[in-house]
């Protein structure tokens, strides 16, 4: 065999392995047993309404206008720490809170899977605004919400003058997603599926 033959087969054996491993971990995910206990999901809402309250600020600074949308929401969902990151079957993962009038009202988790290479975790943050009071209703009376799927979530952007998109505003749900540097731009949430913690 020669040295280019055998670099070809080498490679063509690393594929074969990485696809196996991979199709090993989503095989992996689904053997649970369907009506198996699930461990109760804790959550800290002292620590995540505080999480809360710094995520709309930074949303404030980075969106201007977005105060205004979310005072005048039928309520906003907000997630300050979605984390994820793997080699190459991925899933991201947050808590979060509910927020009607102000106060919040329900916590949620949220999670989300990927396929492809992520180096290290990533966190974001990711808020939904409920701008119709159907759009509320309907996402509270679920079991389980999948964004895209269960409501049609628009991306929020920013108009040329700086503000948010008054068609931004006018959607029935409208999400933002915030990472260290500010409002990272055309990032859509569609697939992230969303369970409220009981």
């Not at 063509?12 to 491993?21: E, Q, Y």
């Not at 977005?66 to 808590?95: C, K, N, T, W, Y």
């Amino acid at each position: 065999m020669t040295e280019k033959n055998l670099r070809t087969h080498l490679r063509s054996v690393a594929v074969a392995a990485t696809v196996a491993l991979g199709g090993f971990a989503i095989t992996a995910c689904t053997t649970t047993p369907p009506h198996a206990a699930q461990p109760a999901v804790v959550v800290n809402r002292t620590s995540v309404d505080s999480q809360v309250d710094a995520t709309l600020a930074r949303l404030y600074t980075a969106v201007p206008g977005s105060r205004d949308m979310v005072q005048r929401a039928a309520g906003v969902l907000v997630f300050p720490a979605v984390v994820g990151g793997s080699f190459i079957v991925g899933a991201e993962h947050g808590q979060g809170a509910l927020r009607v009038g102000g106060r919040s009202v329900d916590y949620y988790s949220t999670t989300s899977g990927s396929i492809g290479f992520q180096a290290g975790a990533q966190s974001k943050a990711v808020i939904y605004v409920f701008n119709s009071a159907d759009a509320l209703k309907k996402f509270r009376a679920s079991e389980g919400w999948n964004a895209g799927v269960d409501g049609t979530v628009a991306i929020g952007t920013v108009g040329a003058n700086g503000m948010v998109d008054t068609q931004t505003a006018q959607q029935p749900v409208t999400s933002f997603v915030l990472t260290n540097a500010g409002l990272e731009a055309g990032v859509s949430v569609q697939g992230s599926k969303i369970t409220r913690i009981k």
